[in-house]
């Protein structure tokens, strides 16, 4: 954010339910900040453009996959396709799908999916761990 605030940028914020103090972040940040409370799909649509989209969200194949649609629609509109950077692509989560609302997701796309734990070096989840 500090980088941003120096190069006089923008920063767009998709979080449907923030676990940080936003209004504190807002005060700091000012101008160069915009949190928009609301699932990736409904947002992405909304934000004029980008230059760089860090996707951390719902780790599933159907969440990321209609993010990565919606980024290209817009850059049909600006004539530029943004730099994408993915978090959590490694071990636990690059080869299986989570799901912090399964009702979010449309049934057809939904995979069997439990709330247990996971284990380092373990494919199957766990009545243990986190």
Known sequence: MEYCKWLHAKVYVVDPLPKFDVNAFQNLFGEHLEMVQLLSHDALPKIPEYDVVLIDGDHNWYTVYFELKAIEERSKTTGTFPIIFFHDVDWPY??????YDPQQIPAEYLKPYALKGMIPGQSELSDEGE
Request: aromatic share 16%; hydrophobic share 15%; no cysteine.
């Open 94 to 99: 690059g080869r299986r799908d989570m799901y």
